[in-house]
């Protein structure tokens, strides 16, 4: 099965990223399903399909399944583009890509799938982690750094909620680490935040700014490892 779901996505991938120039994305915007580039689009996906497929005449309804499907959902996602966020809508239209593909891919496998492995320990373990990290880490943060405000410290300086951000994703980074138990990746990700915050930290007028960010940062890394290494136990 995962030879063939590879096979699908790559074709997928060509199509979608690869073999799709801006223009044709411009075109198809403005003209929807008048445009002449959708069903060059189209075809340059079932021309992928075919040939990673190998030509296998086996597979030929779940080729046209994902060709025609991929015609519906690309007609959907260009008359849906100004009434939906952009970037909502790319990530649902993928979903929709990627559903399609995974529902020919079983049709051509004998794959069950066992639902009491969702309730599994590994899987409960994981899914609490990243809420650890993520929500629940973010207002842990917010409620301890909120005990100083700094006047260079100013919102209006930086992009909305970044920092907020990019704590998730440096804790995400620390907590992938490890569970590969990679350590030394985490002192290279610390050595690249501070080469960014250098220049933060040299305007600072006085030490409560490095104060704060090495408070921030340290206490964001500790939340960090600590869930990294009490999920590695709870798994062991």
Known sequence: ???????????HAIGDFVLQPDQWVKDKTIKKHKSK?????????????????QFNANYWIGIVS????????DVIKLNLT????????????QIAHLIVIAIVALTYTQYSIDINTLYSKNVLALLL????ITSIASVIMRLVMSKWI???????????????????????FVFGFIIINQWSAIGLLI????????????????RKL??????????SFGIAISVGLLYNFIIA
Do not use: C, Q, W
Not at 129 to 132: D, E, K, N, P
Not at 210 to 219: D, F, N, S, V
């Open 1 to 11: 099965m995962m030879l063939l779901v590879l096979k699908l996505v790559l074709a």
């Open 37 to 53: 580039y959708l069903y060059f689009h189209v075809l340059i996906h079932a021309l992928a399909l075919l040939i990673l497929l």
């Open 66 to 73: 994902i060709v025609v499907s991929h015609y519906i959902i």
């Open 82 to 93: 100004k009434k939906i966020n952009p970037r909502l809508l790319f990530i649902l239209d």
């Open 129 to 132: 982690s990243l809420i650890a």
């Open 150 to 172: 700094l006047d260079e410290d100013d919102a209006n300086d930086s992009l909305e909620k970044a920092g907020k951000y990019i704590g998730i994703l440096e804790r995400l």
């Open 191 to 206: 050595a690249a935040k501070s080469v960014f915050r250098f220049g933060d930290l040299s305007k600072a007028k006085d």
């Open 210 to 219: 490095t104060e704060y960010i090495l408070i921030g940062t340290l206490l």
